[in-house]
């Protein structure tokens, strides 16, 4: 099955750092920009962070912009994400998933993956 497998998640104390990682498994990064999204109880899922697939340009949502940083290595078939400085707020399940291009809307991301656990204690 064509899917992405995230891991890295655990349990941190505010202030602590985490770094995440989404490997593709059955198909190629290359052609593929991929997003990061999280969700918590009662809510929709939240963007959170999106790579390029060929420009490497990346955004993120403000309420995480100068503590996450998402990159990618394609020969390794991954894209990471560094989390530092984190708060309560960040506590969620964290989903990758790829798009063609980082403008699209979350209903257009495809080959989700089962998600790892943040938890963020004060």
């Known amino acids: 099955q064509l899917q992405f497998v995230e891991s890295g998640g655990g349990l941190v104390q505010t202030g602590g750092s985490l770094r995440l990682s989404c490997y593709a498994s059955?198909?190629?990064?290359?052609?593929?920009?991929v997003g990061w999204f999280r969700q918590v109880p009662g809510k929709y899922r939240e963007g959170v962070s999106c790579i390029g697939s060929s420009d490497d340009a990346t955004f993120y949502t403000e309420s995480v912009k100068g503590r996450f940083t998402i990159s990618r290595h394609n020969a390794k078939n991954t894209v990471y994400l560094q989390m530092n400085s984190l708060k309560p707020d960040d506590t969620a399940v964290y989903y990758c998933?790829?798009?063609?291009?980082?403008?699209?809307?979350?209903?257009?991301?495809?080959?989700w993956g089962q998600g790892t656990q943040v938890t963020v204690s004060s």
């Open positions: 059955g198909f190629t990064l290359d052609h593929f920009a």
């Open positions: 998933a790829a798009v063609g291009n980082c403008q699209q809307a979350q209903d257009e991301f495809n080959y």
